[in-house]
């Protein structure tokens, strides 16, 4: 007679035996440890809860981006490998995010941090969080709108309430007349009157078109924030997309790719990309206008301190200098101040 | 003696022109191009007429949507009966004049001789003009 254990298969076996052990866990005690694949991970002090499924991860001290960037990148990475891997483990699952002991942030790393928590929950992932426990830190994140966008659900924010604010967060789809709107506003501060100020309009449109059309073939992956600071002479712009970052985007063609990585480094690739250089290299047509369209409006002198975060590329536009993170970002980060002088050299140019 | 002259003013169709594709946001140079610079052009070409486009007024452009429109005008018309017929005022921003005539046409009209279809997002059916110089209807979805 057949059917005895020794003939059942024993990848059956293990499942059988993991299914029982799922079933055992629903039962009243509240706390469940950690499953072994989170052991391994920085989170290694996190719990699980049987009713929530919250992952839990803190944020470090120093998650500001202009004094740690490292951190900031490694912590994005980190939280969403954690994501990554527990992916096909668990149904139900929300982040609990501790910022409890965040001393120092910074726009940027909250635009950063909203572009994860937005990507997660594109995902059909929850997040939750704390606050800093730090009054500036603190005050930083209450006035960037960061809670407000996460109590609505980024649904966009009708008031600006601060000056420091994250103003947009989209995903599949471009928001044209409030893009637009946001270069009105920033130009109404700096001169006082509402106008249009196209290269501006251009650089967002583009940016964020770019994120849509090129970020990732994943649609849950697709998603954008624009946040827009008045500072006491400039207005500062970040935008962020994340996907798979403008250099894994380009490098479609195993041969490029090769020839790229044997060759030349990654700062040289992008700087060509942003010179038209790469079009003309790859012969790919129509495609790849908008970076160096981006570039040409910085140069010309329309905005100032360009910077852009692409992978392991951190771009100057200024000084036409590039550094390498170690911590690669997945996606882009653009940041530029539009000034009054700026504004007043397109309107030179217009009368010329 | 010129031709006569028809005005198509993008404000006319959005103050804030959008993306590329009408899959990736409202306004888009893909939905520009299908609901008024074809009908427009093919209008100009059966009256014998010019088609001036005026880019000026909105609130700016990305270049993705310039391209798609244009790009599929090449497409469906090839680049001689642009260039012969269409002209683009652009007085703020004079260099997507120089994209459009330089970059763009010479692009498309090789994806129209390589027959490289243009992607599409939404429903339409547009007229072009075949190798034969006649008329066929092209659809996307």
């Known amino acids: ?352 | 003696m010129g031709r006569e002259k028809e005005h198509l003013a993008i404000l006319d169709y959005s103050e804030y022109p959008g993306p590329r594709y009408d899959s990736q946001g409202p306004d888009s140079g893909e939905k520009f191009y299908v609901k008024l610079l074809n009908p427009s052009f093919l209008r100009c070409f059966r009256e014998d007429k010019d088609l001036i486009v005026d880019l000026d007024g909105t609130a700016g452009y990305a270049s993705s949507f310039l391209d798609e429109a244009f790009g599929q005008l090449t497409y469906d018309f090839g680049a001689d009966r642009v260039k012969d017929r269409v002209s683009i005022q652009s007085l703020d921003e004079p260099e997507w004049r120089s994209m459009i005539n330089d970059e763009t046409i010479p692009q498309w009209e090789k994806r129209r001789n390589d027959h490289q279809a243009p992607k599409a997002t939404m429903e339409y059916t547009v007229i072009h003009l075949n190798e034969s110089g006649l008329e066929e209807t092209r659809s996307g979805l």
């Open chain 1, 1 to 352: 007679m057949g059917g005895t254990s020794k003939n059942i298969n024993p990848g059956k076996k293990r499942k059988r035996r993991a299914k029982f052990k799922r079933k055992v866990r629903v039962g009243p005690s509240p706390m469940v440890t950690v499953p072994r694949f989170f052991r391994r991970s920085i989170f290694s002090g996190s719990t699980l809860t049987y009713h929530s499924y919250k992952l839990k991860s803190s944020l470090p001290a120093a998650f500001s981006f202009a004094e740690d960037k490292e951190s900031v990148l490694g912590f994005l990475n980190d939280t969403f490998s954690l994501y990554k891997r527990s992916k096909r483990k668990t149904k139900d699952r929300a982040f609990v995010f501790d910022l409890k002991s965040v001393e120092n942030i910074d726009i940027t790393s909250i635009c950063l941090f909203l572009s994860l928590i937005n990507k997660l929950k594109q995902n059909g992932i929850g997040s939750r969080g704390n606050f800093p426990d730090n009054e500036n830190a603190r005050t930083t994140i209450i006035e960037s709108g960061f809670s407000e966008m996460m109590q609505s659900e980024f649904k966009q924010l009708k008031t600006k309430k601060y000056t420091n604010q994250i103003y947009i967060v989209g995903s599949k789809r471009v928001n044209n007349k409030r893009l637009g709107q946001s270069v009105k506003e920033a130009v109404g501060y700096l001169t006082g009157e509402e106008q249009h100020f196209k290269p501006m309009y251009t650089m967002l449109i583009e940016m964020c078109s770019n994120s849509v059309e090129h970020a990732n073939r994943n649609e849950q992956d697709k998603n954008w924030v624009v946040s827009v600071s008045y500072e006491e002479d400039c207005v500062r712009f970040i935008v962020v997309d994340t996907g798979e970052g403008i250099l894994r985007t380009i490098h479609k063609k195993w041969p490029e790719r090769f020839m790229d990585s044997v060759y030349r480094n990654d700062g040289d690739v992008l700087s060509d990309i942003l010179d038209k250089g790469y079009q003309s290299r790859t012969k790919e047509i129509n495609r790849h206008k908008g970076l160096p369209r981006i570039k040409e409006c910085h140069d010309a002198g329309f905005v100032s301190d360009m910077m852009i975060l692409t992978n392991n590329v951190l771009y100057d536009m200024s000084t036409k200098t590039y550094q390498s993170v170690h911590n690669e970002y997945f996606g882009v980060l653009y940041s530029w101040s539009l000034t009054l002088n700026n504004f007043k050299k397109w309107e030179e140019r217009k009368s010329i």
